[in-house]
């Protein structure tokens, strides 16, 4: 059982000074927590204390932190060359990597692998090459979504405003539409009685109005939308898009930076609509922390000429020895056991749903999980305020999660979490949920 402290320790409070004087203040930390070792799904700070990680470095860490494995795979080859341009050169390990990823896609077409360093990059990839082999500027993309940060994948994102806030002009010809939010319909209907009719309104008004089809290259979307706030669509949801995109030649290109590999309990987050992508993009969990990622698609998308795209670094050959230890253990075991475990985890939190007023939805796959916080679960009014408290306290109580959306609470622990783990976790989230909810409507 992790034990409740008042302040981070000395160690961790100087480090964090030092960072406040010498790294840019872009970034965010929702608390002090600074990492000195980790194993599995535990961590501990500089100070010695321990914590249940249920973010994962952001859903990265799927074979837990430091796992034996994955260590071994990275030291072997860093004994061997740690890298040779693959833009340039020839290695195993790339090919290696590319025919196991390409036997994975779930693509019945025959694939091919371009290698990046991070999620943005392989979307930025999947962006090039779908105007590339469409000859088509336009794309589609969601309300909520979060595809990256550089300029590219930055003009798909829609997650929060203070992501586009003073980098305009971004890439032109990007038109975003709703996505399909249930808990919070954005055309106030019901699921299935709407007969996904946010599918219907891209067909009948976006295009009909403002985006030509014809001029349409790709259609850009998360399986389950990761920072808009872990929301998963409805079952009949992506075939609708599926039939959408194949009736105006659009490509449908999948974002699983987040969801795969093995988070949701599948190998890839999109094989639970059962519908076939034409490019995936991949990164985050793919190498259990080493930067890694990969744009899958169709060989017949993939037609650019030589020299049209590169990475200096993409593919780098440790990277790629951690690619395929970590795939190693996630068919061995570990989706499933994401599987298992996101199923109890979820019940876990539908029982204290019933026992709190303030979670208005509970929802995910796999252990990529969300509570979504509501000060009224008639009105479903956000309770942001509550959510921040929340994190905080959690992390007082020595379990470490994230935000997403506007008012939810992710858990993407390690795909290895025992049991005993998950209801440590959730045995802390409640404690620290009470807590706040006392704090902020009384007794």
């Given at each position: ?301 993939m037609d650019w000429e030589p020299g049209s795209h590169a990475n200096t670094f993409g593919g780098n050959p440790v990277s790629c020895a951690a690619s395929l230890a970590t795939i190693d253990l996630l068919e061995n075991g570990l989706v499933d056991n994401a599987a298992r475990m996101g199923e109890h985890v979820l019940d876990a939190l539908s029982a204290i749903q019933a026992r709190h007023p303030s979670i208005g939805d509970v929802r995910g796959k796999g252990l990529m999980i969300a509570v979504e916080l509501v000060e009224d679960k008639t009105t479903k009014e956000y309770a942001t305020g ?58």
């Open positions: 059982m992790t034990t409740q402290m008042d302040e981070p320790g000395p160690k961790c409070k100087a480090w964090i000074e030092r960072d406040r004087q010498n790294l840019t203040p872009s970034t965010t930390r929702p608390y002090p927590f600074v990492m000195d070792h980790g194993r599995g799904a535990e961590v501990w700070d500089l100070d010695g204390k321990r914590f249940l990680d249920f973010c994962a470095g952001i859903a990265v860490c799927a074979t837990g932190h430091s796992h034996p494995q994955v260590v071994q795979a990275i030291q072997d080859q860093a004994a061997r060359f740690i890298h040779m341009s693959g833009t340039d050169f020839y290695y195993p390990l790339q090919i290696q990597l590319a025919e196991k990823l390409n036997a994975l896609a779930p693509i019945e077409e025959e694939t091919r692998v371009f290698y990046a360093n991070s999620g943005t990059e392989s979307v930025e990839a999947a962006f090039k090459m779908a105007r590339y082999h469409s000859g088509r500027p336009r794309a589609l993309a969601f309300i909520g979504a979060f595809h990256g940060r550089t300029m590219g994948s930055l003009s798909l994102t829609a997650s929060k405003v203070v992501q586009r806030n003073r980098f305009a002009p971004l890439v032109p010809g990007v038109t975003h539409v709703p996505y399909a939010y249930c808990y919070r319909c954005p055309f106030h209907l019901d699921y299935p009685r709407c007969d996904v009719y946010c599918v219907q309104y891209i067909e009948d008004v976006v295009l009909a109005t403002v985006c030509p089809p014809q001029e349409v290259a790709a259609l850009f979307v998360e399986p389950i939308q990761g920072e808009g706030g872990y929301i998963v669509p409805p079952a009949a949801y992506y075939g609708r898009i599926r039939d959408l995109c194949q009736k105006h030649g659009i490509l449908f290109v999948v974002d699983e930076v987040q969801t795969g590999l093995g988070r949701t309990g599948k190998m890839f987050a999109i094989e639970h609509w059962g519908v076939e992508p034409d490019i995936i993009a991949l990164a985050k969990g793919i190498a259990s922390g080493m930067p890694l990622g990969a744009t899958i698609a169709r060989k017949s998308v509550l959510r921040n408290d929340l994190m905080q306290e959690c992390y007082w109580r020595g379990l470490l999660t994230l935000g997403c959306g506007k008012s939810s609470l992710r858990f993407s622990p390690p795909l290895l979490i025992t049991r005993e783990q998950a209801d440590e976790a959730m045995e802390v989230f409640e404690s620290a949920l009470t807590a706040c909810e006392q704090r902020a409507y009384g007794p």
